[in-house]
């Protein structure tokens, strides 16, 4: 069945990006001059995705505001000659049908999917964290669906490689590869945050997820886990108890736009890549090496 809705939770406070953060939503913290969870919207639309959730909180309608239509900047824009500008934002604003619900209190990425429970109807669904962005020839999102409807329908997480001193950063799946397959392993569990001499595999998970309507019965089952959130993670170790839930490899490059330091790669790496951008950054680069280095 064709996955139609994606899940973009947005209501987190950000810390790590304080003061920003205390008047600015972290996903409305452009990369360039789009702001990041533009990156995450766009990796829908083009996935296919006809409708989106934003569990949204306090502060940030700013997110809302801006996937709307600013018909007084339009005209504004297109009095002034600015005809590509005005039809920039206006495509912003009519792309894709929104929805935003409301988490009243952080209380983890498990509880911000369940809020979206009485929408999601479906039989599954996406989910997009908008502080780690990819980009890749296919979007990653595309990459999981394709997966997920290779495999009979599945829930499918995105994984990645990481180098195996590393697994202590992140959720590391555990595993077998499936028959005839080199990057889609049924999983047997994840594991958050193992230190490199027990970590299962080096396989780790930003957030990228098919998950089938199921997982909303887990996540009303577990009781609040690390840091007294309720954690998506433990809803998939409970799901893959008795269901199958699918790791699969995705290609592309991965940014964690939600650390101080891994915006500031976002930022340098989207510029190398942009050809209109490209020339400049390795200028300011080889200036900053020579002056600094
Ligand atoms: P993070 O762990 O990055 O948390 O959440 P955060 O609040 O955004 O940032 P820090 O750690 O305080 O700096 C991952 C994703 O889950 C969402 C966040 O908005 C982010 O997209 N989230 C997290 C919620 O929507 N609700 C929550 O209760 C927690």
Redesign the pocket.
């Known amino acids: 069945m064709k996955i139609k809705k994606a899940v973009i ?9 304080l003061p920003a953060t205390k008047q600015i939503p ?1 996903e409305m913290i452009p990369i360039i001059n789009k702001p990041m969870i533009h990156y995450a919207v766009e990796e829908a639309i083009l996935s296919g995705i006809e409708e989106l959730v934003f ?1 949204t909180s306090t502060g940030k309608t700013a997110i809302e505001d801006y996937f709307d239509r600013n018909l007084e900047l339009e005209n504004f824009l297109l009095k002034n000659g600015k005809e590509d500008y005005a039809n920039l934002i206006k495509d912003i604003g009519t792309k894709i049908e929104i929805i935003t619900v409301r ?1 009243k209190e ?4 498990g ?2 999917i369940n809020c979206a429970k009485h929408i999601i109807k479906d039989d599954a669904f996406a989910v997009i ?3 780690d962005l990819v980009l890749s020839e296919v979007p990653v999102t595309k990459q999981l669906m394709e997966t997920s409807q290779a495999n009979g329908g599945s829930s499918v997480i995105g994984v990645m490689e990481v180098p195996p001193s590393q697994t202590n950063k992140y959720g590391i799946i555990d595993g077998t590869l499936l028959k005839d397959s080199s990057k889609t392993y049924k999983m047997s569990k994840m594991i958050e945050k193992p230190e490199p001499e027990v970590a299962p595999t080096n396989l780790a998970t930003p ?1 990228r997820y098919i998950l089938k309507q199921e997982i909303f019965e887990f996540l009303d089952k577990i009781p609040r886990g690390v840091g007294g ?1 309720y954690q998506l993670t433990d809803a998939i170790n409970m799901m893959a108890e008795t269901n199958t839930v699918l790791a699969h490899v995705f290609d592309g490059d991965r940014f964690d736009t ?1 650390s101080v330091n891994g915006y500031l790669n976002a930022t340098v790496q989207f510029a190398l890549r942009d050809p209109s951008l490209r020339e400049t950054m390795l200028e300011i680069c080889k200036r900053g090496i020579e002056e600094h280095g």
Do not use: C, M, N, Y
């Not at 939770?9 to 990006?17: I, Q």
């Open positions: 939770p947005v209501a987190g406070k950000g810390t790590r990006f972290k569990v988490q952080q209380l983890g990425l509880h911000a964290l908008g502080d957030g959130e939600g």
